[in-house]
């Protein structure tokens, strides 16, 4: 269901202070649930990794919280630190486990996040918030210069999606196809050279494929990925308002 426009303000003050959804209808956790962050304590991680200077995807941190069907939904950068266990626990569920290949120990998903942290800022791991609480990770990346360029007919600006659905709860209810459409609105708003929206799962995964074309991707083609035969899904900035 929609957030009506009159709770907009409500709404973007709670997901700025970080605090969990009441009973009201809103998004709420159990006592197990991952601690909610706050844009503060988020502001300061990125300054201690120097995110705020990397300007490759034009300032992920900066582009804000959106409002969803689904709630306020807002990415922030990870800090290794305080995210990594959350992580590791996601990427050790076997049905994540089989398309990403960072089960067992945490040191895998260590390194593979702090590749990214530490390079040139064309691929951005980041949380993603939804009414402030930590549920699913994502990869923001430049697809032109990363090697996924070499097999598609890249563009100049275009910008890749990976997405991770954190707790089995969230997953096979539409919660997906809601957040993927959010954020590569997301970065067609923010990303003002970007064309296109880019995506490669692999062809096994049925439902994330299905998730893409819900979110007004289009298949694109079949790739051969080193790892991987994958869908190329595309989210076009000219057929946005018709998918």
Known sequence: MHAHSGRRADVYERAAAGTHADTDGKRSRGGDAPRSLSSTQAHHDLRDHDLLDH???DRVADWGPTVTPAGVFQLVPV??????????HWMNDPAVTAFWGLGG???ATEDHVWAQLT???RS???LGLLEGTPMSYWEI???DLDPLARHYPARPHDTGI????????DRGRGLGSTLLRAVADLALDKRLACARVIAEPDLRNTPSVAAFLAAGFRFS???ELPAKRAALMVRDRSLRDLL
């Open 79 to 88: 800090s290794v630190e305080r995210d990594l266990p959350l992580i590791s």
């Open 221 to 223: 083609a079949e790739i």
């Open 124 to 126: 951005i791991p980041c």
């Open 55 to 57: 300007d490759l995807l």
């Open 119 to 121: 390079g040139d800022g």
């Open 141 to 143: 990346y430049r697809a």
């Open 162 to 169: 990976h997405l991770l659905i954190g707790g089995v709860a």
């Open 105 to 107: 120990s945490q040191n």
